[in-house]
């Protein structure tokens, strides 16, 4: 099984910066992409980020481009979110993701899911 295991969710304030982490169970390139997705409260499920390990290839979404940044780090067989100039439309539930198969980077097909952890941004 494979765990997803995110870390550094909390309050900041509005423009603020955040960098969430995800360390995975497994090596580096047994998955072919990791992804970022989140849920603001009342609304659905958004992939915000993903990333292709192996090339380093990224995918952002419109809400987020040039504020965010998906990386990764194949030693520590860890993702990273940073987080720049949040707003408080930021503010969500944000889950790392991983799959193995490969499809495009834009693809909402995920099977393993992390925990979750809270990102709010006060205004």
């Known amino acids: 099984q494979v765990q997803l295991i995110e870390s550094g969710g909390g309050l900041v304030q509005a423009g603020g910066s955040l960098r969430l982490s995800c360390a995975a169970s497994?090596?580096?390139?047994?998955?072919?992409?990791l992804g970022w997705f989140r849920q603001p409260p009342g609304k659905e499920r958004e992939l915000v980020a993903s990333?292709?390990?192996?090339?380093?290839?990224?995918y952002y979404a419109d809400s987020v481009k040039g504020r965010f940044t998906i990386s990764r780090d194949n030693a520590k067989n860890t993702v990273y979110l940073q987080m720049s100039s949040l707003k408080s439309e930021d503010t969500a539930l944000y889950y790392c993701t991983a799959r193995r198969t490969d499809l495009p980077l834009t693809s909402m097909q995920y099977y393993y899911w992390g925990q979750g952890t809270q990102v709010t941004v006060s205004s």
């Open positions: 497994v090596r580096p390139f047994s998955l072919h992409t």
């Open positions: 990333i292709h390990w192996s090339g380093g290839d990224t």
